[in-house]
């Protein structure tokens, strides 16, 4: 009997696990696209990110939400991925095939959007790390002040100052090209 309450415990388990990794993966993998600005780099991460959530699942308290704790996850991926001897660059081309929205068939509107979106992916990769993901998990991902605390393991207050200056500065890099 114990054999199959343990079996049914850890197919509710695996359901769990696809079901947080349906909901969560594009938001989490967008999130390291911009970080790193790799489609190749950001899929990686994103399966890292996954694996250690699976390993880890069965630890978490829930002092926060999965979100957060997922956030958190990916973001130490991405920090250790820059620990590697060989750091990747941000490869500007990637960048630039984000949607823009534009019509089709508008060339100029088309190539100024394109310009547009250039000018911040360079803005974006002059911040400092912590910077840039604050700006993106709150502005990008649209997480609360008190998640961005929980991924970062900051106050409310330091993430409030950090997004204030990751904003002015993104501003006036933006403003210099």
């Known amino acids: 009997m114990q054999g199959g309450a343990s079996e049914q ?13 349906r909901r969560y993966r594009g938001p989490i993998q967008q999130f390291l696209f911009q970080m790193c600005g790799s489609a190749d780099i950001a899929e990686e991460l994103t399966q890292v990110t ?28 991405y920090l250790d991925s820059l620990r590697r001897p060989d750091p990747r660059r941000i490869e500007t081309d ?6 823009d929205g534009a019509p089709l068939g508008d060339p100029v509107r088309a190539y100024a ?14 911040l400092p790390e912590r910077h840039r993901t604050i700006l993106l998990l709150r502005d990008a991902e649209g997480l609360a002040y008190a998640e ?6 900051i106050s409310m207050a330091a993430v409030k100052v950090n997004l204030f200056r990751a904003r002015a500065a993104v501003r006036a890099a933006y403003t210099a090209f």
Not at 9 to 21: C, E, F, I, Q
């Open 148 to 153: 961005i605390a929980d991924v970062l393991g």
């Open 113 to 126: 959007a394109a310009e547009q979106r250039s000018q911040i992916a360079l803005a974006l990769a002059q």
């Open 9 to 21: 415990a850890m197919r509710a388990d695996l359901r769990t696990l696809d079901a947080l990794y």
């Open 50 to 77: 996954f694996v250690k959530a699976c390993a880890g699942l069965l630890s978490f308290r829930g002092e926060c939400s999965i979100s957060s704790w997922l956030f958190r996850i990916a973001r130490n991926a």
């Open 94 to 99: 990637e960048l630039l095939a984000i949607p």
